[in-house]
């Protein structure tokens, strides 16, 4: 947002977030699966931002046996720091289970997924979008101004993504809608465009320009 300095009228333009080139890179070129994950499964990506979420930790946790009796699903689970040694002493070793504390390289996660099931946050939605992975998106209830609520609908409106509450997990939503999404290609590949679709890949330089015409205006 800016002001100029002759009609002092506001300007607004919507730059989407800045994402790392990288990931956008790594989306086109990235053909293997990374984290040592099978090729000919599907791959549930779950993770709840830098920290994790417990809420989606423990229920993915609980459920674990819906999930991993698929014969054709894997699972990376990236669990945050706190809940990673409970979680990986209940699970143990598992080939279709690759269980971390944090996700150093989102490109490859994201590269090697089908499905994401996740938060709703900003900058997390913002790359869903430019990688077009679809996902499934659990918004924090306690968001500020529920603004995860509001950065879901947007997703769930243009046909990139599911939402399902977190109130509604013990209600067994979440495996039903991964199982749904899993049995229908045409539906995750309308997700993937869709996704695309929304994506403001050149956020970054719509950003630089609008400071550069704000130096302008400053100027005249």
């Known amino acids: 947002m800016y002001e100029t300095s002759k009609k002092k009228s506001i300007k607004m333009e919507i730059s989407g977030n800045p994402i790392r080139g990288e990931l956008l890179r790594r989306a086109k070129t990235l053909t293997s699966k990374s984290y040592g994950l099978s090729e000919g499964k599907r791959t549930l990506l779950i993770f709840g931002g830098s920290q994790g979420s417990r809420p989606i930790n ?7 046996e819906k999930y991993i009796t698929h014969p054709e699903l894997q699972l ?26 944090f996700l150093s390289d989102m490109a490859g996660a994201y590269s090697s997924a089908d499905i994401a099931v996740c938060r709703a946050g900003a900058l997390t939605i913002a790359e869903l979008a430019a990688v077009g992975l679809p996902s499934i998106l659990i918004p924090l209830p306690h968001a500020a101004e529920k603004h995860q609520d509001y950065n879901a609908k947007l997703m769930a409106d243009a046909g990139a993504a599911v939402v399902v509450n977190q109130v509604d997990l013990p209600s067994g939503k979440l495996e039903k809608t991964v199982f749904g999404l899993l049995n229908d290609d045409l539906k995750l590949k309308e997700m993937s465009e869709a ?19 704000m130096i302008e205006m400053a100027k005249a």
Do not use: C
């Not at 990673?84 to 269980?99: P, S």
């Open 58 to 64: 423990m229920h993915i946790l609980e459920n674990l």
């Open 76 to 101: 990376l689970w990236q669990t945050g720091t706190n809940d990673y040694q409970k979680i990986i002493t209940a699970v143990g070793e598992r080939d279709n289970v690759k269980i971390l504390p």
């Open 195 to 213: 996704g695309k679709a929304v994506a403001h890949e050149d956020a970054a330089l719509k950003i630089i320009n609008s400071l550069f015409k």
